[in-house]
T-cell receptor
Framework: DAGVIQSPRHEVTEMGQEVTLRCKPI?????LFWYRQTMMRGLELLIY????????DSGMPEDRFSAKMPNASFSTLKIQPSEPRDSAVYFC????????????????FGEGSWLTVV | DQQVKQNSPSLSVQEGRISILNCDYT??????FLWYKKYPAEGPTFLIS?????DKNEDGRFTVFLNKSAKHLSLHIVPSQPGDSAVYFC??????????????FGQGTELSVKP
């Protein structure tokens, strides 16, 4: 079975440019999360969707960040304009919710998109 | 404002000994807790979990302990093996949260198991 698929795996861009990260969740999953990994804050939740609807975007750093989920099999995280402090690994994760059991809270991660803004 | 905290950024243990990784949380509404393991250049993978109705869950060499009164959980690995060397993330969720139980992660602890 295919896991969560993220692209690109690596992106190097210049400050001020637009960056778009993409995610395909596991087929059948209806919750999708975007996380950012930093040394100071660990895995920081940016936004998550249930059934394609954004539920909580309180973790989105600022207006330069936006996320969409136009359908159940695709999501994007966009940074415009990008800044050097946005350099990090961005993870997408998915799960099926509600599963009816607490273990349904287990989420499955993609391999991440490594972003470097110079 | 970190709701889930892992105060030890790193831990080094000898092969065969016990590894104990700690995690503290502040939100009393959390009722489901998970540990994830992450190797370099890979995404985190689920390791073990525990619900708030239990105080211990065991899976092979891995045991998670939950102390609700102290808002503390720990992961024990016995015996530790070099392949266990990775970053371990603690996560917490409010299953009863009608917004879908978002997972909040700690900062991670890097475990190094030396042969």
């Amino acid at each position: 079975d295919a896991g969560v698929i993220q692209s690109p795996r690596h992106e190097v861009t210049e400050m001020g440019q637009e960056v778009t990260l993409r995610c395909k969740p596991i087929s059948g999953h209806n919750s999708l999360f975007w996380y950012r990994q930093t040394m100071m804050r660990g895995l920081e939740l940016l936004i998550y969707f249930n059934n394609n609807v954004p539920i909580d975007d309180s973790g989105m750093p600022e207006d330069r960040f936006s996320a969409k989920m136009p359908n159940a099999s695709f999501s994007t995280l966009k940074i415009q304009p990008s800044e050097p402090r946005d350099s990090a690994v961005y993870f997408c994760a998915s799960r099926y919710y509600p599963s009816g059991i607490p273990s349904g809270n287990t989420i499955y991660f993609g391999e991440g998109s490594w972003l470097t803004v110079v | 404002d970190q709701q889930v905290k892992q105060n030890s950024p790193s831990l080094s243990v000898q092969e065969g000994r016990i590894s104990i990784l700690n995690c503290d949380y502040t939100n009393s509404m959390f009722d489901y807790f998970l540990w994830y393991k992450k190797y370099p250049a890979e995404g985190p993978t689920f390791l073990i979990s525990i619900s708030s109705i239990k105080d211990k869950n065991e899976d092979g060499r891995f045991t998670v302990f939950l102390n609700k009164s102290a808002k503390h959980l720990s992961l024990h690995i016995v015996p530790s093996q070099p392949g266990d060397s990775a970053v371990y993330f603690c996560a917490a969720s409010g299953w009863s949260d009608n917004q879908g139980g978002k997972l909040i992660f700690g900062q991670g602890t890097e475990l190094s198991v030396k042969p």
